[in-house]
Nanobody
Framework: QVQLVESGGGLVQPGGSLRLSCAAS????????MGWYRQAPGKQRELVAT???????NYADSVKGRFTISRDNANNTMYLQMNSLKPEDTAVYYCNAKVPFPLRDYWGQGTQVTVSS
């Protein structure tokens, strides 16, 4: 069983920065593909970025060059550094873990990010 707890959301002005954190409990964190997803009001949940156990990353085109995903396996924590934020980045951001052997999918409760002047 894995539990994920996000933190770091809030209100920020356009052009500003935020860093989201996802703290994971349970074993095998280092084996998991971790990811950030977001859901804006009235829209479907979408991929923001993923980071697998080998360090390979994948980003949505809309955040490339602005967001950086990283992880600290020693502390079972994942991060999303968000720079040059835009109003269209406003959403609830969710942490996801895909833990193998057997493959299971876990989600955090979400953290609100609002970009507004």
């Amino acid at each position: 069983q894995v539990q994920l707890v996000e933190s770091g959301g809030g209100l920020v002005q356009p052009g500003g920065s935020l860093r989201l954190s996802c703290a994971a409990s349970g074993s095998r964190f280092s084996l998991a593909t971790m990811g950030w997803y977001r859901q804006a009001p009235g829209k479907q949940r979408e991929l923001v970025a993923t980071l697998n156990s080998r360090g390979s990353t994948n980003y949505a085109d809309s955040v490339k060059g602005r967001f950086t995903i990283s992880r600290d396996n020693a502390n079972n924590t994942m991060y999303l550094q968000m720079n040059s934020l835009k109003p269209e980045d406003t959403a609830v951001y969710y942490c996801n873990a895909k833990v193998p052997f057997p493959l299971r999918d876990y989600w955090g409760q979400g953290t609100q990010v609002t970009v507004s002047s």
